[in-house]
């Protein structure tokens, strides 16, 4: 090995020697961790919002007294709107109707099961015809559903998303 090689690789063993040193330098003590406050000195639990949504107080979701008809009219890309009515079932079934305004009278029909999620806060509609996805909306209260998009997210628009509970 010539001279300058020899040199070479005498200062690389050097650099990475003093980087691994470098590394390993002692580190300051640490503080104790904190002991936690006894459970009878901690802060009582602040009492929950006062929530609209179904049982968003605790309770167990009671489906027999959410069930019900939502009404309302959606917004569609080329019409004025889908006149929409979704029944909820107490056995967990729904059944959809949908209109297009000015457009030549036809009903679509849809049906499957329904559930709740996300804490009482999201309704699931799952179609019986795997061929449609299924449907998302945020439980606005006991009395009114908003629809959500694919993915179970708020759509950010001014045009009316929510179906309101009506009498049959």
């Not at 945020?138 to 629809?147: G, K, Y």
Request: negative net charge; proline residues 10%; contains cysteine.
């Amino acid at each position: 090995m010539s001279k300058s090689a020899v040199n070479a690789r005498t200062v690389l063993l050097a650099a990475l020697a003093v980087a691994a040193l470098s590394a390993c330098k002692p580190q300051a003590p640490t503080e104790p961790a904190a002991t936690p406050a006894p459970p009878e000195a901690a802060a009582p639990p602040a009492a929950p919002a006062a929530d609209a949504r179904p049982s968003a107080q605790g309770a167990p979701f009671d489906a027999k007294a959410f069930a019900g008809t939502f009404t309302g009219t959606l917004p569609c890309a080329d019409c004025p709107g889908i006149d929409t009515r979704i029944e909820l079932a107490a056995d967990g079934t729904y059944t959809v109707t949908e209109s297009y305004r000015e457009r030549p009278a036809q009903e679509l029909k849809g049906d499957g099961t329904w559930t709740v999620e996300e804490n009482n806060q999201r309704l699931r509609l799952d179609p019986n015809s795997k061929s449609d996805h299924d449907r998302l909306f945020a439980i606005l209260s006991n009395d009114e559903i908003r629809q959500l998009d694919m993915e179970g997210k708020p759509i950010e628009s001014s045009l009316p998303y929510n179906l309101k509970r009506s009498a049959q």
